[in-house]
């Protein structure tokens, strides 16, 4: 996946604290973009990441932090 996705040019990774429910924590491993795109990303690949939300059991957080997100890239073009 990092080949795939331009690492370590287009992300970089860093380790998170992560609240989980029942509110134990972990260390999450996250992706921090080094370049802001103009465009939205595919259709395709926004369904993809959705997905991996619901297998995590992210459901909740797919209309709370990626639908946003995907709102804020759409804005980003219209500019």
Known sequence: MDRYEGFPD?????????RM???????GLIDIMNIIRAAPPA?????????AYAEVGLISEIK?????ALRRSLGRTCR
């Not at 259709?43 to 997905?51: E, L």
């Open 10 to 18: 287009y992300y970089t990774k860093q380790t998170w604290p992560v």
């Open 21 to 27: 429910g029942g509110g134990y924590r972990i260390k």
């Open 43 to 51: 259709r395709s690949y926004y369904n993809h990441i959705a997905n």
């Open 64 to 68: 709370t932090v990626l639908v946003p």
